[in-house]
């Protein structure tokens, strides 16, 4: 399919468009609603490291990254299993849900102690040792609740439904902000942040599992032998996820470990940019989770078609992701965590540059599980950690933050690369990924020269910074329509636009 010329839609192809749109629908739901989230997530942002300062900030950040790799590990892939199972037999969705929840549940029993144990042994003797062991602790009550979430969610997952999750994310972010005003009015400081990320957990649960039980019957199930054949099922895909998310929280455990009385400092730094960026990441995400159920059933030259498009929508959205944030990082800065945090802009620079390289591996890797060929990947992702921890081990000593942003970006590298071969080899469809990103680069790189050429050297005054992302988004759409690059279903609903307004 070229991107230069409109073709004529074949029958299969509209087969595809059909529920193509659907994907569209719910994505774009689900954008708005994770752009609201945004919103709220720049104001709790704002909030904490206004009031924590960088050190405490990086108290928090550590807490909910340990906390976040416990939560990987009660999964251990039976969220995605969830998913993929209740797209191919919709009538056995109570049994599916109700063995899944009661394995996570009990997984979350187990971790919940063992979690705070480890971080009890991991900074014993650190400057705010106590603090951090008590958050852990705080934080790590969230896991269950977590739990009993994502399992009811992954209920309108399989459905395409995900602007019902949105939504629910939404309102967990709304809580969550509030609590965390509420905590740093009353001078409760990162405490009253532990106690919020908590009290917000328990809420967004409850929600999620009411929502499911109002179309689906169905309760926690205990089954021993139940679960051994989940997790045989499911455990490939488990550790994949453990490895994969584990490189990107690696940077943050190694720093709060490897730069000794800056420790909580750096990782403040780190965190300011690696919540920004993490707000991108969710869009291809968001976007695969979405394609998931339509490349479960392909068959043919659907699941090569679905890919593709995937990598050519993906890959626009993330270049100009790129180049703002490149052009824009020290307001971005400036803006959402103030002075104290300038240090956070080159690791914001940088880390950009990475999300490119995860919307390709969403794309292979969703494309290589959605074929069962999930437990090729394993390798990749343990080779993607290896590397990530091996050179965050020298990388961090001699250029603290900066280092572990290359790093990761370096790792993204790695595993792109390795779920492309994965889907090449085993999946067994051929299909070229460099000329479908080509054109996102060129302008996006063009994009940013001509922000440097029109607006001179970076401020971090807010106006100029909003000049300039407008800047780049404005020529970054136009050397990509001068190069050919939009795809051709976007070309169309833009004639289509424009034909309308000029007939009223």
Request: contains cysteine.
């Amino acid at each position: 399919m070229s991107d230069d010329h409109p073709e004529l839609p074949t029958a299969e192809s509209r087969s595809i468009d059909r529920p193509y749109r659907r994907v569209w629908i719910s994505t774009s739901s689900v954008f708005g609603a994770t752009f609201v989230v945004a919103l709220l997530g720049t104001v709790s942002l704002r909030v904490m490291t206004v009031h924590l300062g960088p050190a405490s900030y990086g108290l928090f950040a550590t807490a909910t990254t340990y906390v976040g790799i416990a939560t990987l590990l009660t999964d251990l892939g039976v969220n995605s299993v969830s998913g993929r199972a209740i797209a191919r037999t919709p009538g056995d969705v109570s049994v599916i849900l109700g063995y899944n929840m009661g394995l996570r549940l009990m997984l979350s029993l187990v971790f919940v102690p063992l979690i705070w144990v480890v971080g009890n042994l991991a900074y014993r003797g650190h400057a705010h040792g106590g603090t951090l062991v008590l958050g852990i602790a705080i934080v790590s009550c969230a896991i269950p609740f977590d739990a009993v979430r994502a399992v009811s969610l992954s209920y309108f997952v399989s459905r395409i439904e995900n602007h019902r999750t949105a939504m629910i994310n939404v309102i967990q972010q709304s809580i969550f902000v509030a609590l965390v005003v509420v905590a740093v009015a009353s001078e409760h400081s990162v405490v009253g942040c532990y106690l919020a990320y908590l009290g917000s957990m328990i809420v967004a649960s409850v929600l999620a599992y009411l929502s499911v039980r109002s179309r689906v019957h169905f309760r926690p199930q205990w089954s021993i032998l139940r679960w051994r054949e989940i997790i045989k099922e499911s455990l490939t895909i488990g550790v994949i996820q453990v490895a994969n998310t584990m490189y990107l929280m690696a940077d943050r455990i190694m720093l709060s470990l490897l730069l000794g009385v800056t420790a909580s400092t750096s990782v403040g730094y780190y965190q300011v940019a690696y919540a920004i960026v993490s707000f991108f990441l969710v869009i291809p995400s968001m976007y695969m989770t979405s394609m998931m159920p339509l490349m479960t059933t392909a068959s043919g030259t659907t699941l090569p078609d679905l890919v593709t498009r995937s990598i050519r929508h993906l890959s626009i959205i993330s270049a100009l992701v790129a180049a703002g944030c490149l052009v824009t990082a020290p307001g971005v800065i400036q803006f959402l965590a103030g002075a104290e945090f300038a240090p956070a802009v080159m690791p914001l620079s940088i880390l950009s540059l990475s999300v490119l390289l995860s919307s390709l591996t969403q794309v292979f890797g969703f494309a290589n599980f959605s074929q069962d060929r999930h437990h090729n990947m394993l390798l990749v992702s343990l080779v993607g950690l290896a590397v990530n921890v091996g050179l965050n081990f020298w990388a961090i000593p001699h250029y603290g933050v900066n280092g572990a942003a290359v790093v990761t970006t370096i790792s993204e590298c790695v595993m792109a690369f390795g779920t492309f071969m994965v889907f090449h080899s085993k999946v067994g469809h051929a299909i070229s990924v460099l000329p479908l990103l080509a054109r996102p680069i060129f302008a996006a790189t063009g994009s940013v020269g001509v922000v440097h050429l029109l607006c001179g050297p970076e401020s971090v005054a807010l106006m100029p910074t909003i000049v300039r992302g407008v800047v780049v988004v404005v020529a970054f759409a136009g050397l990509l329509a001068v190069l050919g690059g939009w795809p051709r279903e976007v070309s169309e609903m833009l004639r289509q636009q424009l034909r309308r307004a000029g007939a009223s």
